[in-house]
């Protein structure tokens, strides 16, 4: 912990705000919704058809089983759906959305921007809300709450909608079988207004940090200018998934403590007074670090990797929601959202919900 201290400490050297408190901001998600496709993908089918050996994708990853969309559907459609249940559970009309944000990799096309085809499969009324996205790969919907927040708090928008719609079995290559048996489709959505009179809801603080020596090691990178598809010299292979799971997991290692070190110093929190901590499920090795290295004890982590899969950026609100349905994260209580994305990014999160 020492030697932690000390690294966070050269860190925030020259850059004072990162030694000011958070600024509370009280907001609130009003309401949490999910969808799952109902094809159950058990990771046994998997390893038959990679020629894996019986257990090996529970023993290296941590799935046992992870859902795929079914043929034809949309990311966008998996998120309406998801979305219909954020509201229903707010309790808002869907005209009451004036700001739509898409959270996630997976984007319909390159242009518009995938939350104005959300806007449009939900039936929004047209020119009533604004639509962008938001892209930092599994931190997406983390920078989206981010981002809301303080748009919110100011009024200058009232209800937000936060989704978060990935498809990533359509990007992955047999090639690289642990990525093929670590992630899983599914969405996930939120409703974000200002918190009433008499309410604790609040987003406590959230921070986020990039290492980008580690940019090579999650990519895809086909679509851009680099490697535009039109291109002669693109490679099928360019447009898939490629991760370098040990050396990603090695830099997160890394920086990971002295990133939490820094920020629980200004949220003011100790984190045994967390209720919950909600971690991206990047993987078995992954979210164990929670207990063994980060500081969390096992009973406040709400997983769901094993059935669930990674689900990129639907992945921590994906187990929020699924933790709020069912009872378990309540009013009040201290939520902790936490992860890491490509770059190599780090984020965190904290509310009172």
């Not at 992630?183 to 921070?207: K, M, N, R």
Request: net charge negative; aromatic share 6%.
């Amino acid at each position: 912990m020492a030697q932690h201290s000390a690294v966070v400490a050269t860190a925030m050297k020259g850059n004072c705000s990162c030694e000011l408190p958070f600024v509370r901001r009280p907001i609130k998600i009003a309401g949490m919704g999910a969808y799952l496709p109902p094809h159950r993908l058990p990771s046994a089918q998997l390893e038959q058809e990679l020629a894996l050996a019986p257990g090996w994708a529970e023993q290296m990853v941590g799935v046992r089983e992870r859902r795929r969309r079914s043929a034809g559907q949309t990311a966008v459609q998996m998120a309406a759906l998801a979305a219909r249940d954020a509201l229903d559970q707010a309790g808002v009309e869907a005209e009451d959305v004036d700001l739509v944000i898409s959270a996630s990799v997976c984007r319909q096309q390159f242009i518009p921007c995938t939350a104005a085809f959300i806007q449009r499969e939900l039936d929004l009324p047209e020119g009533r809300s604004f639509c962008f996205d938001v892209d930092a790969t599994c931190l997406s919907f983390l920078v989206a709450l981010h981002t809301a927040a303080p748009l919110v708090e100011s009024g200058v928008y009232r209800t937000v909608l936060i989704c978060s719609s990935e498809i990533p079995s359509h990007m992955m290559q047999a090639r690289e079988p642990e990525t093929v048996v670590l992630f899983g489709d599914a969405a996930a959505a939120a409703v974000l207004t200002a918190a009433g009179p008499g309410e604790s809801s609040a987003l406590e603080g959230s921070a986020f940090a990039t290492f980008s020596s580690g940019a090579e090691l999650t990519e895809l990178p086909g679509g851009g200018y680099l490697h535009h598809p039109s291109d002669p010299n693109t490679t099928p292979e360019m447009n898939q998934f490629h991760m370098r799971g040990r050396p990603v997991l090695k830099q997160a290692l890394r920086v990971m403590g002295p990133f939490l070190d820094a920020f629980f110093a200004r949220l003011g929190w100790d984190r045994m007074e967390i209720d919950w901590v909600v971690p991206h499920q990047a993987s078995r090795l992954g979210v164990s670090q929670c207990t063994e290295r980060w500081g969390f004890r096992p009973e406040q982590l709400v997983l769901n990797l094993a059935t669930r899969g990674n689900c990129v950026a639907a992945s921590i609100p994906l187990a929020l929601a699924e933790a709020v349905h069912a009872g378990d994260v309540r009013r009040g209580q201290r939520v902790l959202l936490v992860g890491t994305g490509a770059g190599l990014s780090l984020g965190a999160a904290a509310l009172t919900f």
